[in-house]
């Protein structure tokens, strides 16, 4: 349980935005109607050429903890790292700009985190009409680092360890070790990002069982990048695999795991 003070710290939302003229709107409305009012959403227009741009000023100006930041198109990972060096917040959470928190989420992940350096939560996974919870650990409860390394290095490619939307970190955590995210990443931003935060944690991963977000996958938009650029996407895999191995060396478990880590140079990223 959280002490007193602690429970109404500041927690900064980052979502980028580009083209979401469709689905912006109810993504924003989603976060500034948590349970939980003591946040800041940082919207990050990323050259969008339809009306997203006019729709977040528009929550700016009615909404004063809302901030809009506009760059030229320059992909998520730069429009993320444009926001990480304006967060104010003790708690840090991303969204995206075509899904949705549940209303309670970000009280839930405050509530759930404790003195640990990340919260994880299940998350709904809608597809068509179809919702299901998706999550790969159970229960709402604290795992030390060995438990959280040992459960991960079996699906790290999963969305449940490797998306951004169902956690919640800390920011001076962040802070402290200069994360930001690779550019050159076309894809796999979101997984180098939490290698590299994992690889910084020293208080352990609380869980929570309950689902937090909704990941919206539309029938239409699948996407085969990996399959027309094959070179760079080889390249891409081999530096997350870098950023993969780099933390079980650094948590001194490469030698337990190393079958496994190596397998992950075959693994795809699956909604799990």
Known sequence: MLKPEKQ???VSVIMPVYNAEKTVE??????LSQSY???ELILVDDGSQDNSLQICRDFEKRDGRVRVIAQQNAGPANARNA???LVRGEFLMFADSDDLLVPDACQMLVDVIGECDLAIAHYFFDFSNIRSDRGLLSGT???TEGEFLTALVKR????YYSALWNK????DLVRSMGLQFDPFLTWGEDFAFNMQYYASTQHGVSLLETPVYHYVKNPGSTSIRTLIHVVHSCRIKWRLYQHFKALYMKKGLYQRYRGAIHRYIWNVTLAD
């Open 8 to 10: 109404m710290g500041l």
């Open 26 to 31: 109810k993504s924003v409305q989603s976060v």
């Open 37 to 39: 009012a003591n946040l």
């Open 83 to 85: 926001a990480l060096a």
């Open 141 to 143: 409860r604290e795992l």
């Open 156 to 159: 790290p490619g999963a969305f």
């Open 168 to 171: 919640l970190y800390r920011t």
